[in-house]
């Protein structure tokens, strides 16, 4: 027990000198890593949060993230746009944010809903689907977006955000206090009742459904609100980059934010923005890199890391910090279980 | 969903399953017409109905069925693999597109037309096109057996590390198919001359794609000999015995790795004949890795996997839906609808999975 303590004394303290480097960020690191680095990670990790919730407390790998995230951007696009592609509605920017969160919550909704009979590898399978078609979907339908997508979306931001060009601190510091409510909204939500009937699907539906719970309810519900989540992630990306396109949302897109929950690990919610982070800074920074032998660009260098963790840590780097803690702990025996499997997430 | 109150639901829904089903049907044979000059309504199609031009309606009918002889090929490999090992390859995309690019380099090869900018049909004999195949399967057997031992042996029944495993090789390949294989760009395999050509046919009374026809007969005989390996030989005996209880199986005393070893090798090679007529059929190129991986999942998602008979009627279902979308939706304006067809896709696949979610042939658990 007492290792345990001090492992949650030291966990606070991380996350402490985290939350205060993330506040003071815009005085300590330069503009590049303010505007580009840390707040891409920021909203990136919201999008992978949704995907480790489902995955840790509902048992559901999604891969329609990406695609959901995408709904909400391509939504906003529609509504605030003045000129270029897509319905150009030219609606008021708060109408059409809550408008764009409905919209994608309610997809969400819906796919959760059709998929909710299905579980494990099945769910994994059908959500890349949606993934997929979504893409097509934006590629194929001129009327809102088409192939070259929509952009100038940050110019019709609300004033407090402003256009990400002119001053990235005030997206920074949006997207840093998103990412903070989005964290501790889904941590409350584990302990609430739902939550805790959610987990016990995740272990056990047979059981859940013979206690009287809903099992293709809890899930759907799950699902709507990982969607919810995505959503603002959705929204903080078209702000942040102004535009978004059917590639956004495509295949890579899709792989890319799984490569980010595996590497941070799916069975933490705060691996999200780990992992996002670690996947950044390598895209950033091993991109001029080119392999001896095989050749081939950054994404091999990706490839070969993704298969790295998921062939010998399947929890990624917060697993990594578990199992180092319960070798202290044991005095050298690690975790029995993955978490992937069992889906415990530890005290942060 | 036995409960009184779910009832009359579950009779709506069904009725209003059905009802649908019966309105496309009924729009497609009957109520569609053709364009007229100016203007058009919910009715206005590019060829109208069955009615009115019949022979349209068995063209889009054909491609619906070559398409679907294609994914059969391409999916049955896919289910193969899964419906033994519950392994979903995330990599079967990937497989079918090396598989398409190392055809067109075989055949690049062969016919000395290296670098050039295509081989006309009649350059290329039978020899020509079935060598490069049979050198594209026989590879990528090679490699997925490769996989299968050096990444999947070890970890079975961990579902989903498997299919982040086969992601991850999925990344690799896409990124090195760039670096290694004619940069990623569109290529295609060129058929042998004698099938290079359009012939009329006897009764429908217009010309139609012999290459279209050969992809159809290849897909049927892919089927047929997948059927008569796994109902008829006593090696599909044992596949068969391994889907149904694999832990008996091995008690039994046969050697079940030997087994999954086979099935991994039968199914690569599907998807790598599967990339081999796609080249020929249209072009391989750069990102078709995902959009065949999507192809393969809608056929097992719908007909249910691991089911050989589930893989023939979800191809079936997805290549019709997929062909007569395309052509078949009202073009009413420049923006309606046919831009829409992707959106058929998507209700066929939840359609299914509302009223089954295990597939059309697939077993609950």
Redesign the interface.
Known sequence: MRVDSAKRLTERALAAIAIALAVSGPFIFNEYWVGFILTQTFLLGIAAASLIFLSAYGGM?SLAQVALYGIAGFALGNMVTTEGKGLILGWNPWLSIVLAILITTLVGFVFGA??S??A???F???T???S??AN??FG????VSGFSGISGIDLRAPSFVGAEAEDPTRLYYVALVVAVLVYALLRFVRRTPFGLALQGVRDEPVRMASLGFSVPLHRTLAFTLAAFVASLAGILYVWWNGQIDPATI??QGT?DL??IA?LGGLGRLEGAWIGAFFFIVINNYVRDVELPL????F??I???V??AI??LS?DGLSGLWDRAWGLIRRGGAGPDR?A??TGTAGPA | MTGTLHRPLQLAARGLLVGGIAFVLLYVLVIADPSPDIGGNWRTTTFGSAFDDWQSFARTLLNGLTFAGLLFIVASGFSLIFGLMRVVNMAHGSFFLVGGYLAYEVQQEMTGAEGGFGILGEEVNTWEWVLPALVAAGVIAVVGLGVQQVFLRWNQGQELRQALITIAISVIVADQVIAHFNGGIASSVTWPGWSNRLISLPLLGFDYSLARLVVLTLGVSVGVALWTWLYRTRTGMVIRAGVDDRQMTSALGINIQLTFAIAFLVGSALAAVGGVVGASQGSVAAGQDGQWLLNSLVVVIIGGLGSLLGAVAGSLLYGLVFSFSAVYLPTTGDNCCTQYSIVFTFILLALVLAFRPQGLFGRAG
């Open positions: 790998v059709i998929s009979r299905s494990g590898i099945y994994l399978m059908i890349l689907t949606y997929v078609i097509y979907f194929q339908v001129t009327v495509g295949l792989i799984l490569i595996v095989v050749g081939g660009s994404n091999t990706i490839g070969l993704f298969l998921v062939v399947p993955p992937v499997a």
